[in-house]
């Protein structure tokens, strides 16, 4: 144990010394949480659309006022003569509004009128939004000039739950800090193991009388409080700049996020043992931390989108579950029930690392 | 110009290229690496990324039970973008799969449901949505709205057929989703109510896309992203091995300027990377059937001038650091805010207002706007012009930044 332990503190010191690595563990995934998590966002706000009123009467303006005073858009000087695809050839609007003439006295004469929304659709998800939300406001119109006549039969009462603003920043954040603990700890405990692999360092250990798992215990237990550090660090932004908080019960959280911290800072040593250069260790780790997690993990866009062919990929990526399990406590409040068998997985997946790069330290023994 | 010309095809100048050129055909790995990982790249985002919002598992709380309730249900569930996962007997059982993530949304239809409605009162359906992600609760939400409105339309068009006797029921055909007929006692509707259609009626029509396929934003977006990152991550590992094995100071002593050493260096790099460019248009438009609207020679302009910037952000990072690990390792710091700050994923309004000018110095940003704008809406260049430009300033500004830099990276 004391050997685990002189270890740990010796790879502690050697981050702590070098400002380069300090500022990677550190400081970086506090920079992306921030700037990633607010950048990241699906649900634009205060759009460009352009209105071409033929009508020009005064149920007409009261109809774009609605649009108006919506904060998803933004009216756009635009003249009736131009055509409205130019707009959006230009990037200046995302949709155009066009009013028919005669629409306010076909509204008085209860005849109905027939409104156009072009929408520019080369961004699809966009251009859903924009169909949803017009929809919306043009319901509320009508549910405002004709309440009496208007019999809707069926109401609807929404309750959106656990993120009732619909705040993007509090879906992405809790993401964006598993991205930010998927790739810095084991990017930094890669590069610790390459360079011990590229200096010749390692043959020192193999005749000292460390054996291969106190070797790696020590290593992987630095990383793992460097991974702890950065995710106290990460919470500490959550709680603050994107406003959530713990939802339930969070024991299950914490023993995930040590099990994860172990199995992120095994990754990066196992990959470091396999490779021992460091610039191609690097990119082995942006590969698995960055690309995988980013990809295959739900961080952005939802996993039941992922071609079936690709799908079952995502079922042994790490960061997944993980995310699955932060977002539940932060938001939703499962616990255990909800999770335990994320929290299971993870420990497996944490232990095959170990074990493979255990393996590899004792081959190489026998190579040198 | 005639003197920079001169420059450019000076002995000095072709000598260095050859050199270059003869480093690179040796290198089969780098060929290799510049063309089957960005294809690859872009084939996994396009297809893997998509914000596409379908089959959100419903949970269903019928306390009705009614021929009216389970029609419904029908309604909302024979659209992709609900599947049916399960009925449950109270809303607390519901409430806490939903909480468990077994289900995205549930719907609790009240005891007198069908009362209600044949009584010609308003009843009330609570929709429960998980909307932990922002994006799918609003779209969700809009295709709830959509799909209830129209359910509205449809009964009230029955109506009017019962109207003429008020106080008597009569019989209402009501459509379900089989095809075959309901037969539901309905009571007319009394007092001010009258079936009318709604004032306004909003056609939306999508343009471009109509069939609002989400790989073509992302593809057009990813193709940038792939360029600017590979050609930083060359033009830094080429710059820098000269450092790393201490050539840099022959090259430094040689009579040739320093633009000079740049631009031989950079030129046979640029021409390789354009090859990769041309594959990865080829990949859009084979693998994922993008339309080409506009002119391609903008594209392949775009292209070019994206790939250039690209480089002179790894000429600049290479001046930076000492060794390939290094370089590396600054490059973590540049490119995901570079990746995430560019829009191609998500679209630049969807992004706090503090951070949208930040894209303005962003070179995929510019490159995203060229190609979305030319492929899929055929924009000219009367249109993208301020993006060309962008790209081209972001260009010099590296460049110049990287030559002076240049003489002074010797300690």
């Not at chain 1, 099990?259 to 800072?265: G, N, P, R, S």
């Not at chain 2, 029509?205 to 990152?229: C, E, H, M, R």
Request: proline share 4%; charged share 15%; net charge positive.
């Amino acid at each position: 144990m004391r050997r685990v332990i002189a270890q740990t503190r010796k790879e502690l010191t050697q981050i702590i010394r070098d400002w380069r690595t300090l500022t990677l563990a550190l400081v970086l995934p506090l920079i992306l949480l921030v700037l990633n998590g607010s950048a990241i966002s699906l649900t634009a706000s205060d759009l460009p659309i352009i209105v071409q009123d033929f009508d020009d009467s005064t149920t007409s303006r009261e109809f774009v006022d609605a649009f108006r005073a919506s904060i998803t858009f933004h009216v756009v000087q635009w003249a009736t003569d131009k055509q409205p695809e130019y707009a959006f050839t230009s990037g200046e609007a995302y949709a155009a509004l066009i009013i028919p003439a005669n629409f306010g006295r076909d509204i008085l004469r209860d005849s109905g009128s027939h409104v156009q929304m072009l929408i520019d659709a080369s961004d699809a998800n966009t251009a859903k939004l924009v169909a949803a939300y017009s929809g919306q406001i043009t319901r509320a119109y009508n549910r405002q000039t004709a309440d009496v006549m208007q019999f809707q039969p069926v109401q609807t009462s929404i309750r959106l739950w656990y993120n009732p603003g619909r705040s993007s920043k509090k879906f992405y954040g809790p993401g964006i800090f598993v991205l930010g603990i998927s790739m810095f700890p084991p990017l930094l405990a890669a590069l610790a193991m390459a360079k011990e692999g590229e200096q010749q360092t390692i043959l020192q250990v193999f005749v000292s009388n460390v054996s291969a798992s106190e070797f790696l215990l020590g290593k992987i237990i630095a990383f793992v409080v460097v991974a702890l550090a950065e995710c106290i660090l990460g919470m500490v932004l959550l709680f603050t700049y994107f406003g959530v908080g713990l939802a339930g019960d969070p024991s299950a959280f914490i023993v995930a996020t040590v099990l994860y911290a172990f199995c992120v800072a095994s990754f990066g040593t196992m990959v470091g043992a396999a490779i021992p250069h460091q610039a191609a260790a690097m990119q082995a780790v942006a590969l698995g931390g960055f690309l995988l997690v980013f990809l295959l993990s739900g961080l952005l866009f939802p996993i039941e989108n992922i071609p079936a062919g690709l799908r079952w990929l995502s079922r042994f990526v790490w960061g997944r579950y993980y995310i699955e399990i932060v977002r539940d406590a932060l938001l939703q409040g499962g616990g255990w029930p909800a999770t335990w068998y994320k929290v299971l997985i993870i420990g497996v997946i944490g232990s095959v690392f170990y074990g493979l790069a255990w393996r590899t330290m004792r081959r190489m023994e026998l190579k040198y | 110009m005639a003197s920079f010309l001169r420059q450019f095809f000076s002995r000095r100048v072709r000598a260095l290229m050859r050199k270059e050129f003869n480093q690179i055909k040796r290198d089969r790995r780098l060929a290799i690496s510049l063309i089957l990982p960005p294809t690859l790249q872009l084939l996994l985002f396009g297809s893997a990324l998509s914000a596409d919002v379908t089959n959100l598992r419903l949970g269903i709380v019928d306390d009705s039970r009614t021929p009216e309730s389970r029609e419904l249900i029908g309604v909302l569930t024979e659209s992709k973008s609900f599947r049916l996962a399960g009925y449950f007997f109270s809303s607390a059982e519901l409430g806490t799969s939903i909480n468990h993530g077994d289900l995205d949304a549930g719907i609790v239809i009240p005891f007198d449901y069908s009362r209600n409605l044949q009584r010609g009162r308003v009843t009330t359906v609570q929709v429960l949505l998980n909307a932990m992600n922002a994006n799918t609760a609003a779209i969700g939400q809009g295709y709830v709205e959509g799909v209830i409105q129209a359910y509205n339309n449809q009964l009230r068009e029955m109506i009017p057929a019962a109207r003429g006797r008020p106080g008597e029921p009569s019989s209402t055909a009501l459509p379900d989703i089989s095809g075959s007929t309901v037969t539901t006692e309905m009571i007319s509707i009394q007092g001010a109510h009258q079936a009318q259609a709604a004032p306004v009626l909003l056609h939306p029509a999508f343009l471009y896309n109509p069939g609002l396929k989400d790989s073509w934003f992302i593809v057009t977006g990813v193709f940038g992203l792939l360029l600017i990152l590979n050609s930083s991550l060359v033009a830094s590992g080429a710059m820098v091995k000269e450092r790393e094995a201490g050539t840099i100071e022959q090259l430094l002593m040689s009579p040739a300027s320093t633009s000079e050493i740049i631009i031989a260096k950079v030129m046979p790099l640029f021409f390789l990377l354009c090859g990769m460019a041309v594959i990865a248009i080829v990949v859009i438009k084979v693998g994922f059937g993008a339309p080409f609207h506009g002119n391609i020679l903008l594209v392949l302009g775009g292209a070019a001038l994206c790939v250039l910037s690209g480089i002179s952000i790894g000429t600049v990072i290479s001046t930076f650091s000492r060794s390939a690990q290094q370089a590396l390792m600054t490059s973590f710091f540049v490119n995901p805010p570079l990746a995430t700050l560019s829009g191609a994923f998500n679209p630049v309004e969807a992004m706090p207002k503090w951070l949208q000018p930040l894209t303005l110095v962003n070179p995929i940003y510019h490159f995203a706007t060229i190609v979305r704008g030319n492929l899929l809406k055929g924009s000219g260049l009367t249109d993208l012009w301020p993006h060309f430009l962008g790209l081209l300033a972001i260009t010099l500004v590296l460049f110049s930044l990287s030559m002076w830099r240049f003489r002074k990276q010797l300690v």
